[in-house]
Nanobody, 123 residues
Framework: QVQLVESGGGLVQPGGSLKLSCAASGRTFSTYAMGWFRQAPGKEREFVAA????????VYADSVKGRFTISRDNTKNTVYLQMNSLKPEDTAVYSC????????????????WGQGTQVTVSS
């Protein structure tokens, strides 16, 4: 079992930055691929970024490539999402997820989910 808790969300102006964190419980965190997804009101949940269990493989949605960076620190059981050059369309609830396999863009492939953290980009 893996339990995930996100933090770091908030209100930021367009062009600003936020860094989300996802803290995981469990001693096998380092063996899980981790992903970030987001869901805006009235929209379906969408893939944002994912990282392999051993840092080195990262994948991004085209909409965030070049602006967002996913990383992880297995010694702290934490995965991060650095978000720069934020836009109003990035406003959503951001959730992290874990799966005991390779990275995936599909939320169906993830077994464990956090409760989410709200990110609002507005002036």
């Amino acid at each position: 079992q893996v339990q995930l808790v996100e933090s770091g969300g908030g209100l930021v102006q367009p062009g600003g930055s936020l860094k989300l964190s996802c803290a995981a419980s469990g001693r096998t965190f380092s063996t899980y691929a981790m992903g970030w997804f987001r869901q805006a009101p009235g929209k379906e949940r969408e893939f944002v970024a994912a990282i392999s269990w051993r840092p080195g493989i990262t994948v991004y949605a085209d909409s965030v490539k070049g602006r967002f960076t996913i990383s992880r620190d297995n010694t702290k059981n934490t995965v991060y999402l650095q978000m720069n050059s934020l836009k109003p369309e990035d406003t959503a609830v951001y959730s992290c997820a874990a799966r005991l396999s390779s990275v995936s863009r599909s939320y169906w492939d993830y077994n464990y989910w956090g409760q989410g953290t709200q990110v609002t980009v507005s002036s």
